[in-house]
């Protein structure tokens, strides 16, 4: 490999594979800081379904838990982040293409996202369904005292009761339709619209790039996942269409951060990118401070397009320090710490495994009858370890197989 490269990042929301393209400046450079908004992202992911909402009044008089839970409420930001660079991550190589179009054509963008993404989610999938015969045979013959209502505790991470018609709607990944979000491994739903945004954006959102550009790319997107969240009406809040203006933003990030179109540089080189992140973080999370606290009329899909624009415009932030090579600034510089890369390195696998080990783990707690405080505590304590040791270990016999290209060392610049 000679020094003029760029690892091309081109992966899906939570996984990475490393792929080297000409740069044309001097110099080696990683994208390491993706996997570390990865990292932890996947990781709040986890210590949000570590939080039962049902333990919430009980330990309300307690000042220790009001942060917490605060702070554990905002598991969508996770979501649309992973969505903000799985359209980043996508376009990238695109962009850096010079036929500005994916190598090995349609046909090889979809053996390389069915190779990445299927084979370490139909083996989470089995290990689900493995794990629900085992607790049902454990409950039948022991009487563990897990009636039904118990059982359905948490249905939204994971469920060991459901049907033949559930497995098919998970196999064929449209989860997210109908009431089948909550079967089985609730979290990855957002796999499934992922997914599907895959299609759209290879067949049609490219070739609206490449004959109208990015502006009209965006528009379209943005204009079409809207129109279709009012046309779907309640079904649209499991489907989530406008996520595919926020993959769109993530498209647009990777082009004002690579292209070599004079406007696109002059606005990577002129805007106040750090500023503006903080702006629309700061929007996001005011306006979903406002429709927790004043029940308002703001709808949801307006706090993600504002998280989304702080996403795509922090990205171009971080790109615009690793293309000159100089070090991310110190506050960010952690998403480049070893741990926090190693973390997103996996943490596809451990998003798609940690809500059966999380739900597990609260059953077993439950039968101790502990108080709410130590219940919760016990419940970080043992589930989110257990989850990052199991999607590791996941990770290394049923995901980096299928990676093409394995992971290299990473060293912090710090």
Same mark, same amino acid.
């Given at each position: 490999m000679n020094q003029n490269q760029i690892r091309d990042p081109?992966?899906?929301?939570? $996984?990475?594979?490393? *792929?080297?393209y000409e740069k044309p400046s001097k110099g080696r450079l990683r994208l390491a800081y993706l996997d570390g908004i990865r990292g932890l992202a996947a990781?709040?992911?986890?210590? #949000?379904h570590c939080w039962d909402p049902?333990?919430?009044?009980?330990?309300? &008089?307690?000042?220790? /838990?009001?942060?917490?839970? %605060?702070?554990?409420?905002?598991?969508?930001? =996770?979501? #649309?982040?992973?969505?903000?660079?799985?359209?980043?991550?996508?376009?990238?190589?695109?962009?850096?293409?010079d036929k500005r179009y994916f190598s090995g054509g349609l046909l090889g963008?979809? %053996?390389? !996202?069915?190779? !990445? *993404?299927? @084979?370490?989610?139909?083996?989470?999938?089995?290990?689900?369904?493995?794990?629900? *015969?085992?607790?049902? /045979?454990?409950?039948?013959?022991?009487?563990?005292?897990?009636d039904n209502e118990r059982l359905h505790i948490l249905k939204g991470l994971f469920s060991p009761t459901f049907s033949f018609h559930d497995v098919v709607v998970y196999l064929l990944l449209i989860q997210n339709f109908g009431l089948?979000?909550?079967?089985?491994?609730? @979290?990855?739903?957002?796999? +499934?619209?992922?997914w599907q945004i895959y299609f759209v954006f290879a067949i049609l959102l490219i070739p609206i790039w490449r004959?109208?550009?990015?502006?009209?790319?965006? =528009?379209? +997107?943005?204009?079409?996942?809207?129109?279709?969240?009012?046309?779907?009406?309640? =079904?649209?809040? $499991?489907?989530?269409?406008?996520?595919?203006?926020?993959f769109a933003l993530g498209m647009a990030a990777a082009e004002i951060s690579f292209s070599q179109k004079p406007s696109l540089i002059r606005i990577k080189?002129?805007?106040?990118?750090?500023?503006?992140?903080?702006?629309?973080?700061?929007?996001?999370?005011?306006?979903?401070?406002?429709?927790?606290?004043?029940?308002?009329?703001?709808?949801?899909?307006?706090?993600?397009?504002?998280? =989304?624009?702080?996403?795509?415009?922090?990205? *171009?932030?971080?790109?615009?320090?690793?293309? $000159?090579? %100089? @070090?991310?600034? &110190?506050?960010?510089?952690?998403?480049e710490s070893p741990w926090v890369v190693g973390l997103g390195i996996f943490s596809y696998s451990l998003y798609i495994t940690h809500a059966p080990v999380v739900w597990l783990v609260h059953q077993l707690l439950l039968s101790f009858q502990l108080s709410p405080s130590i219940m919760a505590v016990k419940w970080f304590l043992i589930a989110v370890p257990l989850s990052i040791l199991v999607g590791y270990v996941f990770y290394r016999v049923f995901e980096r197989p299928f990676m093409s290209h394995l992971p290299v060392n990473v060293k912090s610049r710090a």
């Amino acid at each position: 490999m000679n020094q003029n490269q760029i690892r091309d990042p081109s992966n899906t929301s939570n $996984n990475s594979n490393n *792929i080297y393209y000409e740069k044309p400046s001097k110099g080696r450079l990683r994208l390491a800081y993706l996997d570390g908004i990865r990292g932890l992202a996947a990781l709040y992911v986890v210590l #949000v379904h570590c939080w039962d909402p049902n333990l919430t009044q009980a330990l309300q &008089p307690a000042l220790l /838990w009001l942060p917490m839970t %605060k702070f554990l409420r905002y598991g969508i930001f =996770a979501v #649309v982040i992973f969505i903000v660079l799985s359209g980043y991550c996508l376009m990238l190589p695109v962009v850096r293409s010079d036929k500005r179009y994916f190598s090995g054509g349609l046909l090889g963008f979809f %053996k390389r !996202r069915i190779r !990445r *993404i299927v @084979p370490p989610y139909y083996a989470a999938l089995f290990l689900c369904i493995l794990m629900s *015969i085992l607790i049902l /045979w454990i409950e039948q013959i022991s009487g563990l005292g897990w009636d039904n209502e118990r059982l359905h505790i948490l249905k939204g991470l994971f469920s060991p009761t459901f049907s033949f018609h559930d497995v098919v709607v998970y196999l064929l990944l449209i989860q997210n339709f109908g009431l089948h979000i909550n079967k089985i491994n609730g @979290p990855t739903w957002t796999i +499934a619209v992922e997914w599907q945004i895959y299609f759209v954006f290879a067949i049609l959102l490219i070739p609206i790039w490449r004959r109208l550009g990015l502006l009209y790319t965006v =528009a379209i +997107a943005f204009l079409g996942g809207i129109t279709l969240n009012y046309l779907l009406g309640e =079904a649209s809040q $499991n489907i989530h269409p406008w996520f595919l203006g926020l993959f769109a933003l993530g498209m647009a990030a990777a082009e004002i951060s690579f292209s070599q179109k004079p406007s696109l540089i002059r606005i990577k080189n002129s805007l106040p990118w750090s500023r503006l992140a903080a702006v629309f973080a700061c929007l996001a999370f005011i306006t979903e401070w406002l429709r927790f606290e004043l029940v308002t009329g703001i709808d949801e899909w307006i706090v993600h397009h504002f998280l =989304a624009l702080g996403t795509a415009c922090f990205l *171009i932030y971080c790109t615009n320090f690793v293309m $000159n090579d %100089k @070090p991310l600034p &110190p506050a960010v510089r952690l998403l480049e710490s070893p741990w926090v890369v190693g973390l997103g390195i996996f943490s596809y696998s451990l998003y798609i495994t940690h809500a059966p080990v999380v739900w597990l783990v609260h059953q077993l707690l439950l039968s101790f009858q502990l108080s709410p405080s130590i219940m919760a505590v016990k419940w970080f304590l043992i589930a989110v370890p257990l989850s990052i040791l199991v999607g590791y270990v996941f990770y290394r016999v049923f995901e980096r197989p299928f990676m093409s290209h394995l992971p290299v060392n990473v060293k912090s610049r710090a």
